[in-house]
């Protein structure tokens, strides 16, 4: 059994568990996200690490207004799914050349620092050990984005609620960068502030990089590269009765609603998109 020290100074081990598990239904995939989250931190589910792909979606942040910051004709006229997250952040497109992955951990986890830009550095790390076995020298870049020569390939995003850590990100295999640049709305200020003109001058991907590899292969370096950084044993598993239940209920009244993944922040009854039915508002967010 794995076996490592906290920020604390404690040794600790554990199992946990590996969740390799998509679904064709975009929202269905986030409503998963969200119900592993809350099982992993009512006690109703191990610790998780979740291995995922979407076919053809833009996910954006919670606090996000679809209409900015997608081009959501060009999503029509592609097919491209649109769906909101529980975590903070900026939009992103997800393809079959897009592999996510998520961590969820109880809250009070002694691996895990209760600092929120420590525990990025910290969980960030295991990505960058999964690049450093597919050859590639990845650095951190706070406060959320793991580079290579200087180029993105992979954004994370976190929060912190319902008793449980979600961390979770994506990594760019060979993502369709040309799509990617027409549905998304990438605001010329941020690239101006990244030191590039075009978002394809500011992502990368691994095949882009030189270093093409298989799913298989990099989901196998992401486990490897988490269960040393974390100091544990991944089994793979699956969902349990709870979370299969929990993510039908989300799915249907949350993930597939339009008031739920376009409505503006703010622009609803209560807080949050869908009100308080769901817990989900701005001082509940711990997200950097």
């Known amino acids: 059994m794995s076996t490592s020290q906290s920020p604390n100074g404690a040794v600790v081990s554990g199992v946990w568990r590996l969740l390799d598990l998509s679904d064709a239904d975009p929202y269905v995939n986030m409503a998963i996200e969200e119900a592993v989250m809350r099982a992993v931190g009512a006690g109703q589910a191990p610790p998780t690490l979740r291995l995922w792909q979407n076919h053809n979606a833009v996910v954006i942040g919670y606090f996000q207004d679809a209409a900015e910051e997608v081009n959501l004709e060009a999503c029509r006229q592609s097919g491209t799914a649109v769906v909101r997250r529980i975590t903070g952040g900026g939009a992103v497109y997800h393809d079959r050349g897009n592999l996510n992955y998520a961590l969820s951990i109880p809250l009070h986890d002694p691996r895990v620092p209760a600092n929120v830009l420590a525990s990025y550095h910290l969980l960030c790390q295991g990505l960058i050990e999964a690049l450093a076995e597919l050859g590639l020298d990845a650095e951190y870049a706070p406060i959320n984005d793991i580079v290579v020569g200087g180029r993105k390939v992979s954004g994370t995003a976190q929060a912190r609620r319902w008793g449980s850590v979600l961390h979770h990100g994506t990594l760019l295999l060979h993502l369709n960068v040309e799509t990617m640049a027409r549905v998304l709305n990438v605001k010329q200020e941020y690239l101006r502030s990244k030191g590039v003109d075009d978002v394809r001058q500011r992502i990368a ?65 209560g807080k949050g998109h869908l009100g308080n039915e769901y817990g989900l508002d701005r001082d509940a967010d711990q997200e950097a």
């Open 205 to 269: 991907t691994l095949e882009q990089l030189g270093r093409p590899c298989t799913l298989e292969q990099a989901k196998t370096a992401l486990v490897r590269g988490y269960g040393q950084t974390l100091g544990v044993d991944f089994v793979p598993g699956g969902l349990e009765d709870v979370e299969v239940a929990l993510a039908e209920q989300l799915a249907a009244d949350k993930y597939r609603r339009p008031e739920w993944n376009l409505q503006a922040p703010g622009s609803g009854k």
